[in-house]
């Protein structure tokens, strides 16, 4: 990275946390972080010996890069650690999962109840031939049901791969193939946005298409006669009703080994197909536990509210397993954050008194889109702490949701991490790390990172208050760390390919990174997002920082475009605040904003303004849709995109300017 642009992010604000928070913060001695870095092995130990195994890990942790295992000849059960342990004593009436649905029906289930009901999961898939070292595919509106499967499969030893709501049938044939999935758990469908998302008619599609190796599906009814017609084939398909309620709540949980299959979840990469990422029992439930604990610091009485679906990682590693094995309440919400208005999660805070609210940069950023009004409008004071993730969070938005969600008392906590890491792997802890707006700060205690150049040159970081120097380059970790993937299922080629051959004997994350004199880092985006301007590296994601830092720019995606002279030029594609007109004169203006606060050399060279932007259902920015679109290329596959309109309206739109 230049050394123009190191010096660009430069962010002046710093939060301490305040004396009240600190004195009850799990977490607020900073002696941890070196004790940690001196010996991670012995504080991961640490952690798993908070969970309850059924016998005891002979070895540690050992290591042949990429490979790594964990709590060697320990045997544990998710299931038990995240619903058994707290289902007796005082936790067995303890709320574990607030519910709330799109249409407003709401559900709250205790420790004891969701034990119950995880124990009658379990029997019916056991019932349907499930069976321990089996896979379980999850097509599940966001219900109460849909982490309580998940469990029920950790109970009986079946791994799972949850197959987000959003998905096409041909996902869904897809994962459930190369997973080789016996069951599909589904719904008759799910709500959004007042409709029903037809999840059975879509599993039949995918079916039809061919699944070879599954036997049955077990169908909840969730939306029942707003669904239409739904059909049952005999033999294959059973009722929720008929088949799981009528189980007994007795069912034995089973000795897992620490390195038996968890779970499988896809990803989809730009290019190629998904990859079926994989994470075992002992060590990714190591790491959610303490990184949940220190992280959301998380005590008896709170109420956890993770915006995320369970089809993605974060909804697995923070919604079921990470504070559910703390013993924690966990809300989660259906639907749409517009539905019936666009205040519904404010709603849903104030309602059950929510203390900790983790989202995303994109969601905040449209919510300051969408204006004060909505927040303003509900009590928000139960809220205690706010964490982001996702993608970096620009300073602008990171200010706006502490100052308007957080009210200014709330620790934000900016926390970086893969589906691959399983875990947070850096973040501040909240009561002990000076927040500085934008930066995720520091490698979680027991996490190594390093800062290389492409040369492989870099830094060790290491945490708060100790000497570091300043580097931009690759995010790079070289010492394993419990919850990472243990590998691509049935691809270890390409795991090795993919994540450990660009630096000898080390996980390259694919993220671009700095590291500030002060030992703060600042995630820079894909390193696939980092455009070449005239000799100078430019990160997509500060240029689209500075552009939202623009009093009328509410969203911003940018990308380097082909460029005779420059090699890449850059191209904006812009979201108006409300209130704001496109003009020639405000495009200028928005230029020369973003050539003042970064430099010349990052002043765009075309500004489009557009309504939406292409997103893929998780919420990132579909920059090689940008790239074709400002390119004039054909457009690539859009079945992962959210709205795909939006791109044709874009596609005419920039073809209308060039015109
Ligand atoms: C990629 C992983 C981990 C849960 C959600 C996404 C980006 C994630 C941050 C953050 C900057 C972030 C990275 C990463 N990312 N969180 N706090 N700051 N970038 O999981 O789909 O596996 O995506 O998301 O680029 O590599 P995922």
Same mark, same amino acid.
């Given at each position: ?9 430069h962010?002046?604000?710093s ?10 913060a799990?977490a607020n001695?900073p002696?941890?972080?070196?004790e940690a ?5 012995k ?5 798993a ?7 005891k890990?002979? *070895?540690a942790?050992?290591?042949? !890069?990429?490979?790594? #295992? ?9 299931a ?13 009436? #303890?709320p574990?999962?607030?519910f709330e649905g ?7 289930? *205790?420790?004891?109840? $969701?034990?119950?009901q /995880?124990?009658?999961?379990a ?5 349907m031939?499930?069976q ?9 509106p966001?219900?109460?049901e849909?982490?309580?499967t ?12 949850v %197959?987000?709501?959003?998905?096409? !049938? ?12 016996? $069951?599909?758990v589904?719904?008759?469908?799910g709500?959004?946005?007042?409709? %029903?998302?037809?999840l ?12 070879p190796? $599954?036997? =049955? ?9 707003a669904?239409? *017609? ?6 294959r398909?059973?009722?929720w ?14 000795p ?10 896809y ?5 190629g ?5 994989t994470?075992?029992t ?17 005590k008896?009485?709170? @109420? ?17 397993? &990470?504070?559910?094995a ?7 919400y259906?639907? !749409?954050?517009?539905?019936?208005d666009?205040?519904r999660?404010w ?12 989202t995303?940069?994109t ?14 409008r509900?009590?928000?004071? =139960?809220?205690r702490?706010?964490g982001? /993730? ?5 300073p ?6 502490h100052q308007?969600?957080g ?10 991490w893969q ?6 792997m @850096? ?7 000076s927040?500085? +707006?934008?930066s995720?700060?520091?490698p979680?205690?027991? %996490?190594?990172i ?7 040159n870099g830094?060790?970081v290491?945490?708060?208050?100790a000497?570091?120097? +300043?580097?931009?380059?690759?995010? $790079? ?9 243990? &590998?691509?299922?049935?691809?270890p080629e ?8 660009r ?10 990174i ?11 985006g ?12 430019? =990160? ?5 920082? !500075?552009l /939202?830092?623009?009093?009328a ?6 990308i380097g475009?082909?460029?005779?002279v ?10 108006l605040?409300?209130?704001y007109?496109?003009?020639d ?10 050539g003042?606060k @970064?430099?010349? /050399?990052?002043?765009?060279?075309d500004?489009?303004i ?6 893929t259902?998780s919420?990132? @920015?579909?920059?090689?849709l ?20 939006v ?7 920039y073809?209308a300017?060039?015109?």
């Open positions: 990275m230049s050394e123009t642009i190191q010096s660009l992010l962010e002046e604000r939060f301490e946390p305040s004396a009240e928070f600190k004195a009850q799990n001695d002696a941890i972080y070196d870095y001196h010996n991670p092995t504080w991961w130990e640490g952690w010996n908070q969970l309850d195994w059924f016998e890990w002979h *070895t942790m050992e290591f042949d !890069a990429p490979n790594a #295992k964990w709590f060697l000849g320990g045997k544990l059960n998710a038990y650690n995240c619903v058994d342990r707290h289902a007796e004593g005082d936790r067995a009436n #303890k574990a999962i607030i799109e249409p407003g029906d709401t559900k709250t289930l *205790t420790y004891k109840e $969701v034990k119950d /995880v124990s009658q999961i029997n019916a898939l056991k019932s031939g499930v321990k070292g089996d896979r379980v595919c999850i097509y599940l966001m219900v109460p849909l982490p309580m998940m469990l029920a499969c950790a109970r009986i030893g079946a791994a799972h791969t %197959v987000f709501g959003g998905f096409s !049938a041909d996902s869904v044939r897809e994962r459930a193939n190369d997973a080789s999935c016996k $069951v599909i589904t719904a008759d469908g709500w959004r946005r007042g409709n %029903v998302v037809q059975k008619k879509i599993t039949d599609e995918a079916l039809d298409m061919g699944c190796t $599954v036997e =049955s599906v077990l169908v909840l009814e969730r939306t029942g006669e669904t239409g *017609t739904v059909t049952y084939k005999q033999g398909d059973f009722k009703s008929e088949t799981v309620t009528t189980q007994s709540t007795d069912c034995p949980c089973e897992m080994d620490a390195e038996d299959l968890l779970f499988i979840l990803t989809s990469g730009s290019t197909k998904p990859k079926g990422i994470h075992t002992g060590g990714y439930l190591t790491g959610v536990y303490a990184t949940s604990k220190l992280i959301f610091d998380l008896e009485d709170d @109420i956890h509210f993770c915006t995320a679906d369970c089809g993605w990682i974060t909804g697995h590693s923070y919604i079921t397993y &990470g504070p559910m703390n013993g924690a309440t966990v809300l989660i259906e639907g !749409a954050p517009d539905t019936p666009k205040d999660f709603r849903i805070i104030e309602k059950h008194r929510a203390t900790i609210l983790y995303a940069p969601a905040i950023r449209t919510f300051m889109k969408w204006g004060l009004e909505y927040p303003g509900c009590d928000l004071s =139960s809220l702490l706010l982001s /993730v996702g993608e970096p969070i620009n602008e938005a990171w200010i706006w949701y308007n969600i009210m200014g008392k709330c620790p934000v906590v900016d926390t970086w589906t691959e890491t399983g875990a947070i @850096i973040s501040p802890l909240p009561g002990i790390t927040t500085k +707006p934008g995720a700060t520091h979680f205690p027991g %996490v190594r390093k800062v290389l150049d492409e040369h492989g830094v060790d290491a945490g708060p208050g000497t570091n120097t +300043p580097k931009g380059g690759f995010l $790079v970790m070289d010492h394993p760390w419990p919850s990472m993937t243990r &590998g691509i299922f049935n691809d390409r795991y090795e390919k993919t994540y450990w051959s630096f000898p004997d080390s996980y390259f994350a694919g993220d671009g700095k590291l500030d004199e002060d030992g703060y880092l600042w995630l820079l894909r390193v696939d997002d980092i455009m070449l301007v005239a000799g100078h590296n430019i =990160s997509t994601m500060e240029v689209e920082s !500075a /939202v830092d623009h009093p720019v509410a969203e911003a995606a940018v475009k082909t460029h005779d420059k090699g890449q030029a850059i191209a904006a594609f812009v979201i605040r409300a209130g007109l496109p003009s004169a405000l495009t200028a203006e928005i230029k020369a904003h973003v003042k @970064i430099g010349p /050399v990052a002043r765009p060279d500004v489009y557009s309504a939406e932007l292409p997103k259902r919420g990132k @920015i579909m920059r090689r940008l790239r074709d679109i400002a390119e004039g290329r054909a457009l690539g596959d859009v079945s992962t995109l959210a709205d795909s309109s791109v044709a309206s874009l596609k005419d739109r073809e300017s060039e015109g």
